[in-house]
């Protein structure tokens, strides 16, 4: 027992020497705690990040066929503009054989207000209604950094996800309008963030990040950190039961991929 | 008498330190990947000699560190204040001049485009081999989740005058559970390309024989793309046909394919954005529209796109990235490389082919894009 608390202090400091400036993101790939949003953005840089995440069955998402099963997320973010970020997100459960690759989720954040402005980060997420209906969600939320010292920020992040969508019927359900309506999302068997939803992140010097939030389900913690410069590692400890994680690589675009450019710089 | 032979020995001296000079430059920028240098002494400046130089550079797909790239050896060899001519397939597109670290773009006067037209040869190209994956993929089949096809196509554009040349290649398949072609080596897509600046501003480029995407036929293309403005239009006629390479033989549909689309396009320049809608009939006869946004960064080109046709919707997203590692073997009349701008595509459906489109990655269209003389300064 020791030995295994020291060999997890000594490699905790290994990984810290190796980090640099990295933002907390959520299992979708999004800026964010462990499974909400949040509205601020710390890499200013042009950047696209690519991200694995896992959640175990007992807090999988995809409902594919009602059934449910470990499953993996591999999402690719891009923030073209300063007020949108664009996030696409393919889910794999493991264990169901089925149709496809995957559920495709496609979402937009918008970036409305910002605290260096306005006094709070305001932001809104908009999924727009294509096939996968499991995943959907249309939140808003809010949150300001405070610095505590030099070192330490803290930021609350609160929020509402709207309990229902805007979309068609499932195929099987009876519907007497069977076209583009409200539809409450409990019908998709769709419990992510519905209703209002809030954490709190601890922000060390933009290197270690540590959430505690309330997803509207659950209560998780998280903890994140960069090593090797590029790649983000996430630890969570969902509803106080279960770890999971999840690791993302982010390629800067504002920098030449030239090896000429490289030489003559 | 001596005097004359004094002075004729310094000029002599001058002139060869000058020439010296010039071919360092020369040397130094072909060492880098810089082809069909192209240089001029322009009027004398306050006692220095100001030059103007043609560049082309086909392993770097943004022309503004093309310009850079070139002006940093060159002012490291003593060459400063120069304009710099940015060719395309050896026609000149503008000139270019870097002050305290800004791009400034003008128009090439009549003479100066005869100049560089003089001193144009074809000795100055590389032969430049590209290696270049083609990867086709269709996800959602329930035997088989994803279906591709994985070829390699070593190809190369061999000029053959100025404006012209001659694409071919061999297409290496490495896997295919897609299509039932053939799983032997054959001839990568093999057509000629004439690239034309007609009009100052006004493109043209006619390509003709077997293309991307099982295509053949004939392709025009015209861009009205004035080089510092934000608009920019354009049209497309293709007659083409459907080809395929099936066991120790070559298929050819009939050739009654015609596509017909008119292009507009506006250059958000803040955001480097390109806001791009395309309209007519595409192809297999299927009429309709396709909007697209086209966002520039370094190296990379990331699209997204809609269109909706008579055949129905669709959407996604395509990206132009240049290939790791980039050059391997580089001498004064040979390159291998992988592609410095390879395109792939993502639709969101996969039930046959809604505004279907090819040799995409070879049209003025989307290659002229970057050319945008505002956007230089923007990266």
Known sequence: ?265 | MSKYILCMLFIVAFYKAYSQDINELKSVLSSVGFEQILVFPMSANEGEIVYRIGVEHRGINNPSEVLTLANSISERLGFEQNKFVLLYKGQPLYESRILDNLISSNNLSDTNTRDLFRKFSLNNYRLNVVIDPDIQARFGSFENPIQSKLSLLIGSDIMLFRGFSLFTGILIPIQNDLDNESNQIKLGPTFIEFFSQILPNHYTQLSLGLFYNNRYGIDLEYRFFPHSKRFSMGFRYAKTGFYYFPERSIFFDSLDDNLMLINFEYLFLKERISASLDFGQFLQKDQGFKFSLFKQYKNIEVGFFSTITKLGNNSGFNFTIPLFPGTFIRSKVFELRTNDSFRWQYSYSNEGVIGGDFNSNRSIKNNLRRFNSNLLNTY
């Open chain 1, 1 to 265: 027992m020791k030995f295994s608390i020291k060999f997890i202090a000594i490699s905790f400091v290994l990984l810290m020497s190796f980090t640099g400036t990295y933002s907390q993101i959520n299992f979708l790939g999004k800026s964010g705690l462990v499974r909400i949003p949040k509205p601020s953005f710390i890499d200013k840089r042009d950047n696209i990040q690519f991200q694995l995440s896992y959640l175990p069955v007992d807090y999988a998402i995809n409902n594919f066929m009602n059934r449910k099963s470990n499953e993996f997320f591999y999402s690719v973010h891009l923030k073209p503009l300063s007020w949108l970020s664009v996030n696409f997100v393919l889910t794999r459960p493991t264990e169901i054989p089925r149709i496809g690759i995957g559920d495709r989720h496609l979402d937009f954040q918008f970036f409305i207000l910002d605290q260096s402005k306005y006094g709070i980060n305001l932001s809104a997420i908009v999924s727009p209604a294509l096939a996968a209906s499991f995943i959907d969600h249309n939140s808003i939320f809010i949150s300001r950094s405070i610095a505590i010292n030099k070192s330490f920020n803290i930021e609350p992040v609160f929020g509402y996800g709207l309990k229902v969508n805007f979309r068609k019927p499932p195929i099987k359900a009876k519907f007497d309008d069977m076209g583009y309506q409200w539809i409450a999302k409990s019908e998709f068997g769709n419990y992510y963030l519905s209703g209002f939803f809030g954490g709190l992140q601890i922000n060390v010097k933009n290197l270690l990040f540590l959430s505690a939030e309330y997803d509207t389900q659950y209560i998780n913690l998280g903890t994140s950190f960069t090593i090797l410069k590029k790649i983000g590692v996430q630890l969570n400890y969902l509803n106080f039961n279960a770890l999971t994680g999840q690791v993302s690589y982010k390629i800067y675009l504002d920098k030449s991929l030239k090896r000429d450019m490289k030489l003559y710089e």
